[in-house]
């Protein structure tokens, strides 16, 4: 069965700055998706990026980058010039192939950003 | 423009009780979910309909029923309430074709206590 492990359950990084949040996961199969969802206090799910595991670059969305390291199964995510609005719970996830529609998305247990003024 | 969107935001009702929440998505998707959010932040997936079809069934109670009358809705009843059925309950939507594929859209989350 595939498991997501996000080994930092706090997190906290001073305005401006950069931080990295880190994920692991667990899987046989070789096609599949990685996603790092943000929850700010709203609640609201919000998706900040996705990576498909057959392209070898990094997704890069505007400040967030992640770095996909598909042999040692890490999908690590990177907040560059940090600000308040960052501060939130970010999960990382996992969904296995684009075919296949009872492919369920498969959480971590999440990391609680917060931001320093 | 509300993608995805449930009713209501909250729920506070008494055990044993009876309940629905209500999701509706407006992107066009033929793929919905429901999860639940406990205490700890955990999400786990409950159901998903592809196409009005059952397609995941996860280790709920029979308690718990969704329906899903066309492709852009997907409602959650749920029958005698317990106290552990308390936690946020998020619906979701996705493709299985286009650019954006099966990445998951998520509903603002309804918070159900149950006293």
């Known amino acids: 069965a595939q498991t997501v492990t996000q080994s930092q359950p706090e997190m906290s990084v001073q305005e401006a700055e950069t931080v990295t949040l880190s994920c692991t996961y667990d899987?046989?199969?070789?096609?599949?998706?990685l996603f790092w969802y943000k929850q700010p206090p709203s609640r609201q799910m919000i998706l900040v990026i996705r990576?498909?595991?057959?392209?070898?670059q990094n997704a890069t969305e505007n400040r967030f980058s992640v770095n996909f390291q598909k042999a040692a199964k890490s999908f690590s995510l990177k907040i560059s010039d940090s600000q308040l609005g960052d501060a939130a719970m970010y999960f990382c996830?996992?969904?296995?192939?684009?075919?296949?529609?009872?492919?369920?998305?498969?959480f971590g247990s999440g990391t609680r950003l917060s931001i320093r003024p | 423009d509300t993608a995805v969107s449930q009713t209501p935001k909250y729920l506070v009702t008494q055990m044993g009780n009876d309940k629905s929440i209500k999701c509706e998505q407006n992107?066009?998707?033929?793929?919905m979910y429901w999860y639940k959010q406990d205490s700890k932040k955990f999400l786990k997936i409950m159901f998903s309909?592809?196409?009005?079809?059952?397609?995941i069934n996860e280790t709920v109670p029979n308690r718990f029923s969704p329906k899903s009358p066309d492709k852009a809705h997907l409602n959650l009843h749920i029958n005698s309430l317990e106290l552990g059925d308390s936690a946020v309950y998020f619906c979701?939507?996705?493709?299985?074709?286009?650019?954006?594929?099966?990445?998951?859209?998520f509903g603002p989350g309804t918070r159900l206590t149950v006293l």
């Open positions: 990576q498909e595991a057959y392209k070898q």
């Open positions: 996830a996992y969904r296995r192939t684009q075919y296949s529609s009872a492919s369920k998305i498969i």
């Open positions: 899987t046989s199969e070789s096609d599949y998706y």
């Open positions: 979701a939507s996705s493709s299985t074709s286009g650019g954006s594929a099966d990445t998951q859209y």
């Open positions: 309909y592809n196409n009005k079809e059952l397609i």
């Open positions: 992107l066009g998707h033929d793929t």
